[in-house]
Antibody
Framework: QVQLVESGGGLVKPGRSLRLSCAASGFTFSDYYMSWIRQAPGKGLEWVSY????????YYADSVKGRFTISRDNAKNSLYLQMNSLRAEDTAVYYC?????????????WGQGTLVTVSS | QSALTQPASVSGSPGQSITISCTGTSSDVGGYDYVHWYQQHPGKAPKLIIYDVRHRPSGVSNRFSGSKSGNTASLTISGLQAEDEADYYCSSYTRSSTWVFGGGTKLTV
């Protein structure tokens, strides 16, 4: 069955960096677009970024553009989110999710999330 | 990338029907039939319940249905059950090839 397991979250000071990982299994990882979505405590979902199946193209929300970088390693069935210049407002649970083989496909599978807390 | 507009909360009694609206613009909801709905129970990951405006993934109850008119999409839940109590989010593909979510609606049964 499809499994997505995020890791790498934790407590980090403002201005520092953190790298999240998402280990995928149960499907052909290289066939699917992958996304990161976050949810601040007590708030709604916010789309963060997605990457094409080949890893050649990435899109970002304005709120993270220039600070976050999404990437993937299809040989390792893994998705990453490099987060630099972190701010308090980046505090959230970060979910990785599987799309389809095209950009407008729905997010049919989600991981359980990893909590990132940005605080001094 | 402004969030889509959803009512903050809706409520209904068991057996009744409710509808949650999701209003965007011609650059997102109105421009594409790529509106999806997610259900999220407390402490859990979101679950896809409607995709491409009106289609249900395998295993999702036919009590859930979706529609769209102009810049507004809607999710209808018929025959409300206690287990339907959750947060519901719409999302839409946008002209910028990005995604936008609604602010979420808390359903109380």
């Amino acid at each position: 069955q499809v499994q997505l397991v995020e890791s790498g979250g934790g407590l980090v000071k403002p201005g520092r960096s953190l790298r999240l990982s998402c280990a995928a299994s149960g499907f052909t990882f290289s066939d699917y677009y992958m996304s990161w979505i976050r949810q601040a405590p007590g708030k709604g979902l916010e789309w963060v970024s997605y990457i094409t199946s080949s890893g050649s193209t990435m899109y970002y929300a304005d709120s993270v553009k220039g600070r976050f970088t999404i990437s993937r390693d299809n040989a390792k069935n893994s998705l990453y989110l490099q987060m630099n210049s972190l701010r308090a407002e980046d505090t959230a649970v970060y979910y990785c999710a599987r799309g389809r083989g095209y950009s407008y496909g729905p997010l049919g599978y989600w991981g359980q999330g990893t909590l990132v807390t940005v605080s001094s | 990338q402004s969030a889509l507009t959803q009512p903050a909360s809706v409520s209904g009694s068991p057996g009744q029907s409710i509808t949650i609206s999701c209003t965007g613009t011609s650059s997102d909801v109105g421009g594409y039939d790529y509106v999806h709905w997610y259900q999220q129970h407390p402490g859990k990951a979101p679950k896809l319940i409607i995709y491409d405006v009106r289609h249900r993934p395998s295993g999702v109850s036919n009590r859930f249905s979706g529609s769209k008119s102009g810049n507004t999409a809607s999710l209808t839940i018929s025959g409300l059950q206690a287990e339907d109590e959750a947060d519901y989010y719409c999302s839409s593909y946008t002209r910028s090839s990005t995604w936008v979510f609604g602010g979420g609606t808390k359903l109380t049964v």
